[in-house]
């Protein structure tokens, strides 16, 4: 199953936000979406997810144009982090990561599963947040937040999983890990779409690397020798 | 050459007052007060007289000694009490307020506000030689108006004796005094008439609604009380015990209504249409629909100008009115 | 769920202690022997007058007023993530009050059904101006409250101005502006229930989805939430019942405030839990609220909203703080 676009542009009023983008997010894989501010990387994960409506050209899910699924299905397939997520009012971590369980149907009556449960507990324990279970999100850092948030995405279980800048608040080390953490989901089968302005840590883990300039694709491809050619850490 | 024929422009004019164009609105301003300090000259009621006029002393229903001039020429009345006693004692008024509509040659008098609300200034402006106001409710008007020099006698009508003693103060003040005294003979004799043809044993109750669905009932001390009083039926509230908004009334609560005895129920609305009157409403407010009276539809709207706000030598009216109702049902 | 039964079942039983205080105490005091004789037989004329056609529709309309208030606060705090949400506070009565202030002056001589219905209809007006604010990308929740408060003030500014162009005075603050269940009687109750039963089961359409609305529009509308269909029904659902509420007992205010924050003190943060307890919940705050209003100062009487408002001001004060 992959998520692609053809031939894909967008303008917003009069400004090409992204033109002419032809590109594949694979599952089994992590892809990162690198590029300088203002390249597009947003506005391509929001077309990828439904959000946003392409001027021009074909975003797909599998074989399915995205425009016609209906957001159930999308919903079902895909689970994405914006940036500047809010954290929400009241909730404990462990509250919030039970909220990636969501589901449409039946959503008044349903309750736990076993299966939720086993999803939620080893999301917590995978991004290292069963110390925080019990505090109020919005009472933690600004990187453990983010981390949060990554348990949520994680905890939902959907093939793909896209993450804007989710990563980027993080100290070295935790970045470090989380980046592991992703790979190891990736190779379990999921698609992850990560963007990033850490080159070191694409290079060292990412499967593909998508490089956005000033909204056109000038690269993509695994992170070889070809990707560093193509970018220079300042310009992003 | 400029005419001296042209009038000068606005412009000009402010040249001349030494404003700049911005100015242009406040000559306008200072021409307009002007215009309307002129007019409000040419429009006083009463000119002021040169001479002393002489004057006599009497005693009010405040019990106050007022000094009064011996032939009012210029009487400004400022409640209905007070315009009704002064026209029955055969005195005739120059200005009054706007509640006062009787009789009905006072509708062209010029105003000076409503009862609750006189203008002092407007008052001033006809130039009175004395003011009549109302005992009860007018007490704050007298200073402001003695200060200007108007002398001022208070009436009052919460009780028989009131009006007639009203009545008969006019009346002298009017140099009027047999006609004074015929108003109280009259007065007297169609109550004592009332009072013969009244029937035994009615009980009544005199209610009033607030907007709230509130029910008082008039008390003895009331006028509606006080004219039932006159043809000797009974209120079953006389003596009731409890807040309201209008003296003499008090809180008739929604759980006595059911157990009630009265056999008529007047009721008085003081708002004017198109408000619902409390007598159709009655029957929908819960507990009172269960009054006895009220099932019976023995419920009767009383006119409230001359139940609650024209108290005064139209009792008769009033009494021969409520006598009327209760012979009919 | 045991805790929300718990809680309902303690609620229930405050609930019915009220009722029975608002059945037996008043200014004519009834004992327990004849308080269910007057219930069950009309024997005692007078008694049976005062239980049923006085006293049980005025405890029926708190009853009913109160569940309407605390659902419909509890719609408006989760779908517009504001924690001042208040069907008063947001503007959503003052429509109803308006018309309310046309039929007591006289102006509109419509049934009760038929002032039920345009007051339904004017609140949801204000309630359609909160959805076009809130819907709006990053308003913030004090702005979205000035808003509301301010067009709950013109409502009410305009009521008491027909009121006193019909020269309709009351030497007291007018009981509909603060609020109040006195003499109420069945007509007055009964067209409510349906547009309760519509209000609530709009609720209910969408209540599944109140909880992930919390997390912000984007990822709500991803997880399959419809954050914006949400929105508009639990607006509209807050609407009706707060226009409900007004055209029952007048601006009944704070208990919408109030009632959530308590419900979720007393069952946690799911807003399915929160909404089901804030329908015994609020019933019980408002029926309590009008058994003070009523006995504190007998025979004389305080309006119930006023009792509401001595405790939901300083609650209010205190979420605005913390909060905004």
Redesign the interface.
């Known amino acids: 199953m992959i998520l692609s676009l053809e031939a894909l542009s967008f303008v917003n009023r009069g400004a090409v936000i992204l033109s002419g983008v032809t590109t594949v997010i694979p599952d089994h894989s992590l892809t990162c979406l690198v590029g300088p501010n203002g390249a597009g990387k947003t506005t391509l994960l929001r077309i990828l997810?439904g959000?946003l409506k392409a001027t021009s050209g074909r975003p797909l899910v599998g074989d399915a144009d995205t425009p016609l699924l209906p957001?159930?299905d999308?919903?079902?397939q895909?689970?994405?982090?914006?940036q500047d997520?809010?954290p929400?009012?009241?909730?404990t971590v462990s509250?919030?990561v039970q909220?990636g369980r969501?589901?449409?149907y039946?959503?008044?009556?349903?309750?736990l599963s076993q299966q939720d449960r086993v999803a939620v507990s080893t999301s917590l324990a995978r991004c290292q947040l069963q110390a925080l279970s019990e505090r109020r999100v919005d009472e933690l850092s600004g990187g453990e937040q983010q981390r949060a948030w990554l348990a949520f995405g994680l905890a939902?279980e959907k093939r793909f999983l896209l993450l804007d800048e989710t990563l980027d608040g993080l100290d070295t080390l935790v970045k470090k890990s989380s980046f592991e953490l992703l790979k190891e989901v990736a190779a379990e089968g999921k698609g992850i779409v990560l963007t990033t302005h850490d080159l070191d840590l694409v290079t060292q883990f990412a499967d593909k690397v998508i490089v956005l300039t000033s909204g056109k694709v000038v690269y993509e491809g695994p992170p070889n020798a070809d990707l560093i050619r193509h970018v220079s850490p300042a310009s992003l | 050459m400029r005419s001296i024929l042209s009038l000068p422009t606005v412009r000009q004019m402010n040249r001349l007052l030494g404003k700049g164009s911005s100015a242009r609105p406040a000559s306008i301003v200072s021409l307009l007060l002007l215009v309307v300090l002129a007019a409000s000259l040419t429009l006083t009621a009463c000119s002021s007289s040169t001479s002393e006029p002489d004057t006599f002393t009497v005693i009010d229903l405040l019990g106050r000694s007022v000094q009064v001039p011996s032939q009012p020429t210029c009487i400004v009345t400022t409640h209905p009490t007070a315009t009704e006693t002064l026209y029955r004692a055969g005195g005739v008024a120059a200005g009054r307020d706007t509640a006062s509509k009787y009789p009905t040659e006072v509708q062209d008098l010029p105003t000076v506000g409503g009862s609750y609300s006189i203008s002092t200034e407007a008052v001033a402006a006809l130039n009175p030689d004395l003011v009549l106001v109302e005992a009860l409710t007018q007490v704050s008007l007298i200073s402001p108006l003695e200060e200007l020099g108007i002398p001022v006698v208070a009436v009052r009508a919460a009780s028989l004796e009131d009006i007639v003693q009203s009545l008969t103060l006019v009346g002298e003040i009017v140099d009027n005094d047999e006609t004074a005294a015929q108003a109280v003979t009259d007065i007297q004799n169609r109550i004592d008439a009332a009072e013969d043809n009244a029937p035994e044993g009615k009980s009544i109750l005199v209610f009033i609604g607030d907007a709230d669905r509130k029910i008082y009932a008039a008390k003895a001390q009331s006028y509606p009380g006080l004219v039932a009083a006159l043809i000797g039926l009974k209120n079953l509230a006389a003596d009731l015990q409890g807040p309201a908004p209008y003296p003499g009334f008090a809180l008739f609560s929604a759980e006595q209504a059911p157990s009630s005895e009265a056999d008529v129920v007047f009721t008085i609305t003081p708002y004017p249409a198109p408000a619902p009157r409390l007598s159709a409403v009655l029957s929908q407010i819960p507990g009172f629909k269960e009054m006895p009276a009220v099932k019976a539809g023995h419920v009767v709207e009383l006119d409230p100008v001359l139940f609650l706000q024209a108290q005064g030598p139209r009792i008769a009216d009033a009494v021969e009115a409520m006598l009327n109702i209760v012979n009919t049902l | 769920m045991r805790r929300v039964s718990l809680v309902m079942g303690a609620l229930a039983l405050i609930t019915a202690l009220g009722v029975l205080m608002g059945l037996a105490m008043g200014p004519v005091k009834l004992d327990v022997h004849q308080l269910v004789s007057a219930i069950l037989s009309s024997d005692d004329h007078v008694a049976h007058v005062l239980v049923w056609d006085l006293r049980l529709p005025r405890v029926a309309a708190a009853l009913l007023v109160g569940a309407c208030l605390g659902v419909a606060g509890c719609l408006l705090q989760s779908s517009t993530r504001n924690p001042l949400g208040d069907p008063q506070l947001f503007g959503l009565g003052g429509g109803a009050a308006v018309v309310q202030a046309l039929a007591m002056a006289g102006v509109i001589g419509i049934g009760a059904w038929g002032l039920f219905s345009l007051s339904v209809v004017a609140s949801l007006i204000g309630a359609g101006i909160v959805l076009l604010f809130a819907s709006r990308q990053g308003i913030s929740p004090a702005r979205l409250a000035l808003i509301g408060v301010s067009l709950s003030a013109l409502a009410a500014a305009t009521a008491t101005g027909i009121l006193a162009e019909a020269r309709i005075f009351s030497a007291q603050p007018l009981n509909f502006i603060g609020g109040s269940f006195a003499n109420l009687g069945w007509q007055d109750v009964l067209p409510a229930l349906p547009f309760l039963a519509v209000g609530l089961a709009l609720a209910a359409t969408v209540m599944g989805n109140l909880n992930a609305l919390s997390l912000g529009d984007r990822v709500a509308a991803n997880l399959g939430a419809e954050p914006g269909r949400t929105r508009a029904a639990s607006i509209a659902a807050a609407g009706i019942l707060g226009g409900v509420a007004v055209a029952v007992a007048g601006l009944v205010g704070f208990v919408g405030l109030l009632v959530p924050h308590l419900a979720r003190l007393l069952v946690g943060h799911d807003f399915r839990k929160v909404l089901i307890v804030s329908i015994p919940l609020g019933a019980a705050v408002a029926l309590y609220a009008d058994q003070a209003a009523r006995l504190l100062f007998m025979p004389s009487e305080v309006p119930a909203g006023l009792v509401t408002a001595l405790l939901g001001a300083p609650l209010m004060i205190y979420v605005a703080r913390r909060v905004l």
């Open positions: 997810s959000e957001r159930r999308m919903a079902h895909l689970s994405i982090i914006p997520v809010q929400p009012p009241y909730l509250e919030l909220l969501f589901r449409p039946g959503a008044v009556w349903r309750r939902q």
